[in-house]
């Protein structure tokens, strides 16, 4: 008679005991990748926001000059306040205000009034008005920064 014998059944017990062994080694590496995919993945692709860059403003005196003759005597009278890029660029403009001043009468004293009636028309003088007054003032200088030029009085009579 045959009988069986007891090495027979201790095989299935150890290749389900790897099996599941297998299985928890596996979900723990599952666990370990989804903790790191979730956490140290999105903390490296997240962009870092540079603090703003606080603007910076020169306000210039107002201007009133007389326009180029169209059948009447007509004058503007206009704030500018310039933003400029740095603050070595807001040195140069208040140590040279004088000639800041005389670019901005002479471009502004070159308009005739039916040139300053519409949005674009004050939008071209202000473009007008950033290209003068990034010329270098002086031949050694390089050229100004002035990001844009912005109206703060507009009246034209």
Excluded: C, W
């Amino acid at each position: 008679m045959a009988t069986s014998t007891p090495d027979s059944t201790p095989p299935k017990k150890r290749k389900l005991g790897l099996l599941l062994i297998a299985v928890l080694v596996l979900a723990a590496a599952g666990a370990g990748g989804a903790y790191y995919f979730f956490y140290y993945s999105k903390q490296a692709h997240t962009p870092v926001l540079a603090a703003p860059i606080a603007p910076i403003f020169v306000a210039l005196e107002p201007f009133t000059v007389n326009l180029q003759p169209g059948g009447r005597a007509r004058f503007l009278h206009v704030g500018v306040t310039l933003k400029v890029a740095d603050a070595k660029t807001q040195a140069l403009v208040v140590q040279y205000l004088p000639e800041v001043r005389s670019r901005v009468l002479t471009v502004l004293s070159n308009r005739q009034a039916d040139a300053l009636v519409e949005a674009t028309d004050k939008a071209q003088l202000a473009v007008d008005l950033m290209a003068a007054l990034n010329l270098p003032f002086a031949a050694t200088l390089a050229p100004q920064k002035i990001a844009s030029v912005m109206f703060t009085a507009f009246m034209l009579q």
